[in-house]
């Protein structure tokens, strides 16, 4: 989300994020899951989600994809 957020002007960085997954699948074939892995990290609310994460190399392929 971070990241979408730095780079796009969408106010809804979640639902940008998941409609960019779906367009680069169809797109692509390339499944953002491969490249992204979840982890489960702590919010404010003190409970864990996953959450897409990843890291420097994985982030400019992203950005390449898009």
Known sequence: M???KALTDSIN?????FKMKIRVKDESGIELSTICR???LESA???KYET???NTEEI???IQLT
């Open 2 to 4: 971070d990241v979408v």
């Open 13 to 17: 960085t979640r639902d940008y994020w």
């Open 38 to 40: 979840q982890l489960k």
């Open 45 to 47: 609310d003190g409970k």
């Open 52 to 54: 897409d994460c990843a």
């Open 60 to 62: 400019f392929r992203i």
